[in-house]
Nanobody, 120 residues
Framework: HVQVVESGGGLAQPGGSLRLSCVAS????????MRWHRQAPGKERELVAGMTSVENTEYSTSVKGRFFISRDNAKNAVYLQMNSLKPDGTAVYYCNVGNVSPSEGVVDVWGQGTLVAVPS
C-alpha cells in the first residue's frame, strides 16, 4: 500500500509564489512518473506538470514559464514551485505518482489534494 501526501497549499496574492510538496511512502518499488494536477471549482481536473524518472518534464501551456516541477528520488518526493500566481490558479492541487509494482505493473496513486487560493 502506497500513500501520497501533499502539502504547501494556502492563500497567495496575485503575483506571489507558493511551493507545493508531495511525498510518497509505503510499499514503493520504484516510481516512474510524478505529476501535479489541479481541479478548479466547476472544472475538470487537468494536468499541470509532470516529470519522469529521466527528468523529462512537461507543463500545461497555462503555467509554462511560471511553474517548475522537481523531484528528489531519495525522498520519493516531488515539488511544484509556482511563481507569478494568478486568480485562475485557484484550485485543489493533486499529486499523482506511478508506482512500478513487479506484479501489477504501473499503479497510479493519488493524494488527497492541497488547496491553493489566489484572490482576484
Amino acid at each position: 500500500h502506497v500513500q501520497v501526501v501533499e502539502s504547501g497549499g494556502g492563500l497567495a496574492q496575485p503575483g506571489g509564489s507558493l511551493r507545493l510538496s508531495c511525498v510518497a511512502s509505503g510499499n514503493i518499488f520504484g516510481i516512474n512518473t510524478m505529476r501535479w494536477h489541479r481541479q478548479a471549482p466547476g472544472k475538470e481536473r487537468e494536468l499541470v506538470a509532470g516529470m519522469t524518472s529521466v527528468e523529462n518534464t512537461e507543463y500545461s501551456t497555462s503555467v509554462k514559464g511560471r511553474f517548475f516541477i522537481s523531484r528528489d528520488n531519495a525522498k520519493n518526493a516531488v515539488y511544484l514551485q509556482m511563481n507569478s500566481l494568478k486568480p485562475d490558479g485557484t484550485a485543489v492541487y493533486y499529486c499523482n505518482v506511478g508506482n512500478v509494482s513487479p506484479s501489477e505493473g504501473v499503479v497510479d496513486v493519488w493524494g488527497q489534494g492541497t488547496l491553493v487560493a489566489v484572490p482576484s
